[in-house]
């Protein structure tokens, strides 16, 4: 009787421990029943990873499911990226095939100046390593950019290449600006000039890097180019500020020219530029300036400008009687841009 009652005490013992430590198992917040064995130490135990961590299967979502569906307010849910709902990894891991992150872009784009897209990470021939700093793509006029005249509008006395610069000769829309002659006295005009006094208007200007513009000039491979049309940029004290011709046909010829203190240096560039879009820049470096024709070094020289601040200038005018009025004699300007 002793022997019997002494066994099933003995019993009670042992399936009270029993469960007492499986109270302890269940009961240890954050793990399941596998991680609390192999954190105990058992031998031949993986604790499983969760799904959804950063690095790991799971985290995209797993083949043949669903990835998990952006949250309605990502204040409500931390550590996940808002634009995916996908968990956010730490700041300093990054797919090794992204491109690297462009913190200076982003801070411009705060201010209201361009980001860098697609189109603009760099200019096509161009060596250097360079972040768009100005990207006009003429959707619409921007007053805070441009001034549609030289000056005065349409004023007999603010003439630029031979012909008054009337704001109504210039048309911005749909992605492209168009500069015609209205008659043989009354040309179009498009400034960044921040000095030259028109309320609102803030400009831009630039003292090294590279400015590009993709214009279509008027005329034809065999005939030339129409009218008198110019891309170029000037400082505010010419000819000690320096100007620089990036793209001007003269006498229908596509031409380059450098004026500055002491210097007066031109180049013809024989092809054809007339008749089609192509693109003309400029790599201002200090002391010294090479231009490009659609990506190709055409041009090279020293300068004496002191690198002063330059704004931009797109123009259409006259040269003896290479006229042509209205839109066929337009300049057409895609975009402008400029990298630093």
Not at 65 to 73: H, R, S
Request: glycine share 12%; net charge negative.
């Amino acid at each position: 009787m002793k022997t019997r009652l002494l066994q099933c005490v003995c019993c009670l013992l042992v399936i009270g421990g029993l469960s007492a430590s499986a109270v302890r198992t269940t009961a240890e917040p954050g793990l399941s029943a596998d991680s609390a064995e192999a954190a105990s130490g058992s031998p031949g135990v993986i604790v499983p990873t969760p799904s959804g961590t950063p690095g790991t299967p799971g985290a995209q979502g797993a083949p043949g499911t669903d990835a998990p569906a952006a949250p309605t307010d990502s204040a409500a849910a931390p550590g996940l990226d808002a634009s995916t709902g996908q968990a956010a990894a730490p700041a300093d891991a990054a797919p090794s095939d992204a491109p690297p992150a462009d913190d200076t872009a982003h801070d411009e784009s705060l201010k209201g100046k361009p980001v860098v897209s697609s189109q603009g990470l760099g200019p096509a021939g161009v060596p250097g390593s360079w972040h768009l700093a100005f990207d006009e793509e003429f959707n619409t006029l921007n007053p805070a950019v441009w001034t549609p005249y030289w000056f005065r509008d349409c004023h007999p006395e603010s003439k630029m290449n031979g012909v008054k610069t009337c704001s109504s000769n210039v048309t911005v829309a749909n992605g492209e600006a168009v500069l015609q002659l209205s008659d043989s006295d009354s040309g179009g005009l498009l400034s960044t000039n921040p000095k030259d006094g028109v309320p609102g208007h803030v400009g831009f200007q630039y003292t090294t890097g590279y400015v590009e513009a993709r214009i279509y000039f008027p005329g034809t491979c065999s005939g030339g180019t129409d009218n008198w049309p110019a891309w170029w940029t000037t400082g505010q004290k010419f000819p000690s500020t320096g100007e620089i011709d990036i793209a001007e046909p003269l006498e229908g010829i596509a031409t380059s020219v450098y004026h500055a203190e002491g210097r007066d240096i031109a180049k013809s560039v024989l092809g054809c530029w007339a008749g089609n879009y192509h693109t003309y820049g400029v790599l201002r470096k200090i002391g010294a300036n090479d231009i490009y024709f659609d990506g190709k070094l055409v041009f090279s020289y020293s300068t004496t400008d002191g690198n002063a601040p330059h704004y931009l200038i797109l123009n259409v005018g006259l040269w003896g009687d290479r006229q042509t009025l209205g839109p066929d004699g337009a300049v057409r300007v895609d975009w402008v841009r400029a990298w630093q």
